[in-house]
């Protein structure tokens, strides 16, 4: 069984930044890539942003260049860092650990999620 916290979210004005963070508990090194979805009011769930356990990383169109992930092996935490942030970016987001196959990503453990808000 493993277990996903979230924690860095918050409010935060356009332009600006955030840092999400992701502890993971439990043994996470079976799963090949760890991610971060986020789902906005009255929108589908969206993948933001992958990495697999060699560092390959992916993002969505719509954040590249603006978010960075990232993961620390030794202390089985995944990081989403934020810039540039815009009011289209306010959703919750979760973070998961999963694995790819044919080149697409499958979350299988999920965390609570953390809000992300981004208005003046």
């Known amino acids: 069984q493993v277990q996903l916290v979230e924690s860095g979210g918050g409010l935060v004005q356009p332009g600006g930044s955030l840092r999400l963070s992701c502890a993971a508990s439990g043994s996470i090194s079976s799963f090949s890539a760890m991610g971060w979805y986020r789902q906005a009011p009255g929108k589908q769930r969206e993948l933001v942003a992958t990495?697999?356990?060699?560092?390959?990383?992916n993002y969505v169109g719509s954040v590249k260049g603006r978010f960075t992930i990232s993961r620390d092996n030794a202390k089985n935490t995944v990081y989403l860092q934020m810039n540039s942030l815009k009011p289209e970016d306010t959703a919750v987001y979760h973070c998961n650990v999963g694995t790819y196959y044919s080149n697409n990503y499958y979350p299988i453990y999920w965390g609570q999620g953390t809000q992300v808000t981004v208005s003046t």
């Open positions: 990495i697999t356990s060699g560092g390959s990383t």
